[in-house]
């Protein structure tokens, strides 16, 4: 009796070892890239990459990489409902619907911002580096389907 | 008797102050010169990065020159170090010995639908389908700094097909 429950609970372990790494592994590579684009920027020299990745999960999160921009008063991450921006455009006036992410977190530097559930992505096309405060874009990345 | 003896600026010093200094602060506080030369430098890393998986290194949309041409084209580096080239969303028309070939952005032969000099290039194969996701490998050393657009190219007529400039990942 004793020596079967021993050799239940091994079996037990060894499958819980093994099975727990095989969906680890599933997770890991169930990251999905699902659009890409670089930012342009003039006026505030915003150069970089922005990325939608799509978590293990169904999260969305956005990602900047090689990400630079010029630091500056109340400046946000959004998504906007165009194609594209240009330098310093004001979408308070054009009255362009936008999602929030989130203040910036650097102006340099790789960074990562959750896009909230629900974001139609067919709908909001761009990123846009934008300070709030003056209402205006520094750089806008236009996404594209990787 | 108090007599005023100093000049208007020192008699006044005090609402000057009282009304300069909220201004210079609210400007402050609005422009936030200082940020002009202070940068915030952050690291995250990305979000479930498998190291085991390929990276991507540079990417780039394919645009249509002779054919319409059209999807994206991507240099993965596995984890042991090779490197290859994917297609996807692909979509290009069929031709005659139809190949992808690296080859130089700043190309002045890529501004052009036939190739007239010398194309400077790294062959990566003929063309496995007018359609569809498809892995190219890349040959061991290729300089991507300088070999940084993917092209569809047919050899038969020198023609190119369509051109994707890479640009870092």
Not at chain 1, 46 to 61: F, M, P, Y
Not at chain 1, 133 to 139: L, P
Not at chain 2, 150 to 169: M, S
Request: charged letters at 20%; proline letters at 3%.
């Amino acid at each position: 009796m004793v020596r079967n429950v021993k050799t239940v609970l091994a079996l037990a372990a060894l499958v819980f070892t093994f099975g727990w790494q095989a969906l680890a592994h599933a997770q890991d590579s169930m990251t999905k890239t699902l659009e890409t684009g670089t930012f342009h920027g003039k006026v505030h020299s915003t150069s970089g990459r922005a990325t939608i990745i799509q978590e293990h999960d169904g999260k969305l999160v956005l990602r900047l990489t090689s990400f630079k921009t010029s630091n500056g008063p109340d400046v946000h991450v959004i998504l906007i409902a165009a194609r594209d921006a240009d330098d310093d455009a004001n979408f308070l006036k054009s009255s362009t619907e936008r999602v929030e992410l989130g203040m910036l977190k650097g102006n340099e530097g790789d960074q990562n911002y959750e896009v909230p559930d629900g974001t139609d992505l067919s709908k909001f096309q761009t990123v846009s580096i934008y300070c709030e405060r003056f209402n205006a874009n520094f750089g806008a990345a236009p996404l594209e389907k990787f | 008797m108090k007599e005023y003896t100093g000049s208007w600026f020192s008699r006044r010093k005090w609402i000057l102050v009282g009304v300069g200094l909220p201004i210079l602060v609210a400007g402050w506080w609005a422009f936030r010169p200082e940020k002009f030369w202070i940068n915030q430098v952050v690291n995250e890393p990305a979000p479930f990065a498998s190291s085991t998986d390929p990276q991507p290194l540079y990417t780039g949309r394919l645009e249509g020159k002779v054919h319409q041409t059209s999807g994206r084209a991507t240099i993965y580096q596995t984890s042991d170090g090779e490197q290859y080239l994917r297609l996807t969303d692909f979509t290009t028309s069929n031709g005659p010995d139809v190949h992808v070939l690296l080859a130089r952005s700043d190309d002045e032969n890529l501004g052009q639908e036939i190739v007239k000099s010398q194309l400077d290039s790294v062959e990566l194969g003929s063309l496995k389908g007018n359609q569809g996701d498809q892995n190219y490998d890349l040959p061991a050393s290729v300089d991507l700094q300088k070999y940084n657009a993917a092209i569809i190219y047919c050899e038969r007529f020198h023609a190119i097909f369509g051109v994707a400039r890479l640009e870092r990942f």
